[in-house]
């Protein structure tokens, strides 16, 4: 007698299964590519592999979804070069080390960077209308298939620049075929593509302050109505501090000069600071005693070849001594660092 086995209506059939298993593929391919997909609807003011600058409506940017009341600012590219060089950042150090930068601590772009986004930068705050911001996205080979990324926002409003860095040298990931081993939209997002789309967007797990070179034209409170991370925002009276510091050469100078000096051992990096410091007070207190001998001594007016004034004479000494005093320092201090730059290498 033959034996009759009922189906078992728990077990679809095995056509059944691989339409579904194709549906769940295809839903998982649908979402990858909805979340990897560039669709900005900002104006592109430059774009390369490496590089983008790009202006956004401040309503998507902004984390809240509110206004900015952003406005155009016109800029030589030698002001943005300032500005860019005076920026710095490091990973956080402690509490008081999160709030509190130097001019010595690591610049946020180095010469490179700052020569791809000078220009379009400024050109992009020239364009800049109500309601927009600048956005920005700059990217390095990390090896294999990962990248470093930095990116962020920056915009004028109320005669203040106003930056916002959401990625610093992030590790991310450049190959596409990376994505997906693990069910994760971090894992998505974690990617050139989706950074480069959205510039704004803090990927991964980062930690990270960014500070201004001089504190004294820097909005004192960082905001957080903005962003959710206020160590990574700064606000500056850019004119004034222009004003003071026009001469982009020097002021990379400076900042190199910095960033070497705080890499010293500490004793000989505070004795050639303590013989900086001494130079400015000599070259002040020179300054002071000629303005003295001009107050004193007026030059004549009416007589061509006057005599000169015996109080004057016991004077000059002292002022040739100064200059003299300035000058072996000055060639002291070179004679140092040229020393310790030799011992480093």
């Keep these: 007698m033959s034996s009759f086995h009922l189906p078992d209506s728990t077990a ?170 693990k069910d994760r939209l971090e894992d998505v997002r974690e990617t050139t593509t989706y950074v480069r789309g959205h510039p704004w967007v803090s990927v991964g797990e980062q930690d990270f302050a960014i500070f201004f070179d001089d504190p004294k034209y820097q909005l004192s409170r960082r905001d957080n109505s903005l962003w959710k991370h206020p160590a990574r925002t700064v606000a500056v009276a850019y004119a004034p501090y222009l004003k003071a510091n026009p001469d982009p050469v020097k002021r990379a100078k400076e900042s190199e000069e910095a960033i070497q000096q705080a890499a010293m051992p500490k004793t000989e990096s505070q004795f050639i600071t303590d013989l900086k410091k001494r130079l400015l007070e000599l070259e002040r207190a020179n300054d002071a005693l000629t303005e003295k001998i001009q107050e004193l001594f007026p030059p004549a007016t009416t007589d061509p070849h006057p005599a000169e004034s015996p109080q004057l004479q016991t004077k000059q000494p002292s002022t040739e001594r100064l200059v003299e005093m300035i000058e072996r320092l000055q060639n002291r201090i070179s004679e140092l660092e040229r020393e310790i730059i030799k011992k480093r290498k």
């Design 12 to 181: 679809p059939p095995k056509r059944l299964l691989i339409r579904l298993l194709l549906l769940v593929t295809l839903c998982e391919l649908t979402f990858t590519t909805a979340c990897t997909n560039v669709r900005s609807t900002g104006r592109t003011i430059y774009e390369s592999p490496d590089t983008v600058v790009r202006l956004e409506p401040a309503s998507q940017v902004y984390s809240s979804g509110g206004a900015i009341d952003s406005h155009p600012a016109l800029l030589p590219k030698d002001h943005i070069d300032v500005l860019l060089t005076s920026i710095s950042a490091r990973t956080k150090v402690g509490f008081l080390r999160s709030l509190v930068g130097d001019p010595g601590t690591p610049r946020l772009f180095d010469r490179t960077d700052i020569g791809l986004l000078a220009s379009p930068i400024q050109e992009a705050l020239a364009k800049t209308e109500p309601g927009e911001v600048v956005v920005f996205y700059r990217t390095k080979k990390a090896g294999g298939a990962h990248a470093r990324v930095t990116s962020g926002v920056l915009f004028v409003r109320d005669e203040m620049l106003v930056l916002y860095v959401a990625n610093f040298w992030n590790p991310v990931i450049t190959v596409a075929s990376e994505v997906g081993s």
